[in-house]
């Protein structure tokens, strides 16, 4: 069975960095493309990063590129979301989610989501 | 950028068929995805590639992408498929979600 679980988020103040990470077990990690989505309070969903399996290709919403890196670390199952220069807007919760072979297809399945909070 | 459109709502009465559109500049020419968030849980993906389900999603749910339109039909509608309901495509390496239909039945 996959399981996907997030960590990492928290408050943080305008300005500043948030590493979030996703634990994934139940399936051949470093096959899979996996991507970061995120939904702030009662909105809907903003795909926020992919990044393919093997790590050398990685994709950025135009509204997080330059603040945001995606990684994964293949030998511990571990995807990453850094996110520095945070703002009010960045305010969401956060969704790991397993994707395909093919880095541009589906995501599933999700996470349960960490919350991150950009606030002074 | 790239734009997918959904009704922010559709209403419908059990065992009536729900339609739910989503529609975006030649649509018909990309893989069309849907994803079921029910209150307080995470997205679950319910068609993918246009047409296909997910193994453990019911046949109630069927999918099509033609021209503009990507369509999620739910057959037998229950209240168990109440949820808020999103469609999602990929152009120019960039995933676009639309804005996401609340189904009320």
């Known amino acids: 069975e996959v399981q996907l679980l997030e960590s990492g988020g928290g408050l943080v103040q305008p300005g500043g960095s948030l590493r979030l990470s996703c634990a994934a077990s139940?399936?051949?990690?470093?096959?899979?493309?996996m991507t970061w989505v995120r939904q702030a309070p009662g909105k809907g969903l903003e795909w926020v990063s992919t990044?393919?399996?093997?790590?050398?290709?990685?994709y950025f919403a135009d509204s997080v590129k330059g603040r945001f890196t995606i990684s994964r670390d293949n030998s511990k199952n571990t995807l990453h979301l850094q996110m520095n220069n945070l703002r009010a807007e960045d305010t969401a919760v956060y969704y790991c989610?397993?994707?395909?072979?093919?880095?541009?297809?589906?995501?599933?399945?999700w996470g349960q989501g960490t919350l991150v909070t950009v606030s002074s | 950028s790239y734009d997918l459109t959904q009704p922010p709502s559709v209403s419908v009465s059990p065992g009536q068929t729900a339609i739910i559109t989503c529609s975006g500049h030649?649509?018909?020419?990309?893989?069309s995805y849907w994803y079921q968030q029910k209150p307080g849980q995470s997205p679950v993906l319910v068609i993918y590639?246009?047409?296909r389900r997910p193994s453990g999603i019911s046949e109630r749910l069927s999918g099509s992408n033609s021209g503009n339109t990507a369509t999620l039909t739910i057959s037998g509608t229950q209240a168990m498929d109440e949820a808020d309901y999103y469609c999602?495509?990929?152009?120019?390496?960039?995933?676009?979600f639309g804005g996401g239909t609340r189904l009320t039945v």
């Open positions: 989610a397993k994707g395909d072979t093919v880095t541009e297809n589906w995501f599933g399945p």
């Open positions: 139940g399936f051949t990690f470093n096959t899979y493309a």
């Open positions: 990044i393919s399996g093997s790590g050398s290709n990685t």
């Open positions: 030649k649509l018909g020419d990309k893989y």
């Open positions: 590639e246009d047409i």
């Open positions: 999602q495509a990929w152009d120019s390496n960039t995933a676009v």
